[in-house]
C-alpha cells in the first residue's frame, strides 16, 4: 500500500472531524479521507448549534478538549440559553451559526492538527485481513493500510433524494452518495437499515417582509459553549418568526400523494420529533398554524433557513406554500426543501466504544450509526477517536457511563437498545440530568480528557483555577451572615440570587465577579444541594449494577431457565453488566435475576472474580 496510518477516519462531517483531531492529538497517524475538505464539516440542514441536551452534548465535547465548541463560539451570530427560566437540568446552550465561516474554521483546525492529513478521495471498501482491519480502498489515491478505521459517512450512503415525484441518488444537495461503501459493509456480514430525513427550502432575506413578522433577538449575556471562551462580545443577528395558516395546510392536504416524505413513496422511518410539516398537518390535524422560525445562514449572505417546514413536496407545491405565509408573499426560494433516505448500520451491531463488534478495529461515528444531529454526530466522533487510538495502542477502551456525560446516554442508549427511527438527544432520557448539567461538564469530564491526553494543561488549569474559586465562593456564603442566617442558607430561598447576596458584601462580590462560571456553578449548587444529593444516591445504586460485569464471550444457550427471547437478546448484544442487561428492550427483572444466578454459580465454580 502506498501510504500508511495508525487510523484512517472516512467522512470528514460533524463526526469525522472530532474524531480525526481526537486521534491526531493522541499522537495516532491519521489520515481524514473526505469527499470533498471544501465540504467538510458542512451543516446539512440548519445553521445552529446546540439546544436542549445538544447544548449540553457540545460543551462535553469541549470539556473533553473537542472542537465543536470552539469552532460555534468563533463563528456564531447569535446566542440564546434555551428555557432560562427553567431549572438547571434542563437549561441548554445554542446559537446561530455563520454556516460558511463554521466550516471554513474547522478545516483550518483540521489543517494545523499534527499527525492529521486531510485526503480528498472516496472511501470505497474496508480492508480486513485475519478478521481485523488493515485500511480501507479508496475510488483515486489507491489502498490506504491502517491499523484502525473510523467510518463517518453520514446521510451518504446508499443516499437517495426525493423532491415530489423526483428522484434522484445523493448524499446531501449537489454531492454524490457513498454506494460501494455501503455494499462493503454488507460483505464485511453487517446487517444494514434504512432511514429518512427532511430538510426545508431556503429563502432570500431580500424578498421576506420583516416589518410584518415576530423579531427574536439574541440574549444580551452570552452564554459561549467553550470553557475556554471566558467572555463573548459578538453583533447579534435577529431570526424571526413566522406561521403556517389555514391556507398553508389545505395546499399540503391536496398534495399529500405527491410528498413522499408522507405518500409512502419513502418506506424508511423518519425522525418523530422533527417531522415534515406535510406530517405535522396530518399528526397535529388540530393545530391551526405552525411556527417558522426564520434563521439567517450567515453574517454575509442572502440565505435563510426556514425552520419548521421541512418539506418534500415538489418545488411548485413548496413555492405556493411558501408564499402563503404572511411575511412571505413575495419570497423566493434559493434552495428548495427535500427528503433524503439512507443506509445506516443498526448500532446494536457495536460494543460500547462503537467499534463494530465482528471487526475488530473498526469504528462507527455519525449519522450512520442511527443518529441525526451534529451535535450527536460530534460526540460519538470524539469517542471514536479516543477508543480507535487506544485501540491501536494497545490501551482498555473509555466509555462513558450514563451518570457522567449525555454522550454516555446516546451511546448506552445506541449499543442497548438500537436505533428503531433516527435518535436524538432530549433531556428525559438522561435519568441524572441534575447531575449532566451544561454548567458542569468541565468537571465532569476534563480530568478524564487530561488523563487520556486529549486535554492540554491550559484547559486543566483554567478548571482548577475554578474548583478553587468555587470553593472560596462556598466559604464566603457559610461564613457570611444576615442575622441567624448564614448566606448559604439564605441563597437556598427560592427568589434569592447570588447576585443579591453579593451586594450585601463586597468581598463576596468581588469573588463571584472575578469567575461568574465559578459562581453560577456554586449558586446552582447550593440551590438544588437536596436533589443533587438525591441523584447522587440513585447514582451509586446504578453505579453497583454497571460493576456486576458479565464475563466476556459467555455462552447463553448454557443458561437454564433463559426465556428465549431473552436468550437470543443477550446473545445478539452482549450486555457488559447487568446494569446494561436489564436496559435492553423487553428483558424483564425475572430475566436479569436467571442471569445474575447464573453468573454467581459460574464464579463461584470457577473462583471468577465478577464484581
Ligand atoms: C436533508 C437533510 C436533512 C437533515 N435534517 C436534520 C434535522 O432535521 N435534524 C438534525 O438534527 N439533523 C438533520 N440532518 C442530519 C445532520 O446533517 C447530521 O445528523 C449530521 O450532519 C451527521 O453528521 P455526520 O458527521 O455523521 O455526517 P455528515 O455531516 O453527513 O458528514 C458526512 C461526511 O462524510 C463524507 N463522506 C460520505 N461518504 C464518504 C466516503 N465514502 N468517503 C469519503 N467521505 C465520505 C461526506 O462528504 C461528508 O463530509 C439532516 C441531514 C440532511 C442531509
Known sequence: MKHSYDIIVAGGGHAGCEAALAAARLGARTALVTLSPETVAQMSCNPAIGGLAKGQVVREVDALGGAMGLVADQTAIQFRLLNRSKGPAVRGPRCQSDRDAYARAMLTRLREQENLDIVADEAMRVLVADGRVCGIATAVTGDLAARAVILTPGTFLNGRMHCGERVWPGGRVNEPPSTALSASLRDLGLELGRLKTGTPPRLDRRTIDFDRLQRQDGDGDIVPFSFLTVRLRIDQTPCFIAYTNERVHQLLRDNLHRAPLY????????????PSIETKIVRFADHDRHQVFLEPEGRDTDWVYANGISTSVPADVQLAMVRAIEGLERAEILRFGYAIEYDFVPPTQLTSDLQV???????????????????????????AGL???????????????????????MIDDLVTKGAEEPYRLFTSLAEYRLLL????????????GHEMGLVDEPRRRLLNEKLAAMERIAAALAA?????KS???????????LTELAGRNADLARLTAALPLAAEQVEIEVKYAGYLERQAR?????RRRELRRIPDGLDYASVPQLRHEAREKFARIRPTSLGQAARIPGIGHSDVTVLEIHIERLRRRQGHSLS
Not at 437 to 448: C, M, S
Open 357 to 383: 463488534k465482528r471487526v475488530p478495529g473498526l469504528f462507527l461515528a455519525g449519522q450512520i450509526n442511527g443518529t441525526s444531529g451534529y451535535e450527536e454526530a460530534a460526540g460519538q466522533g470524539l469517542m
Open 538 to 542: 440513585q447514582v451509586e445504586g446504578f
Open 437 to 448: 448539567r451544561y454548567d458542569n461538564a468541565d468537571r465532569r469530564l476534563t480530568p478524564l
Open 487 to 497: 448566606f448559604a442558607e439564605l441563597l437556598r430561598r427560592p427568589e434569592m440570587t
Open 480 to 484: 457570611c451572615r444576615d442575622g441567624s
Open 263 to 274: 405518500s409512502g413513496q419513502i418506506e424508511s422511518t423518519g425522525p418523530r420529533y422533527c
Open 387 to 409: 477508543n480507535a487510538a487506544r485501540y491501536v495502542a494497545r490501551q482498555e477502551s473509555v466509555v462513558l457511563g450514563r451518570d457522567q456525560a449525555y454522550i454516555g446516554v
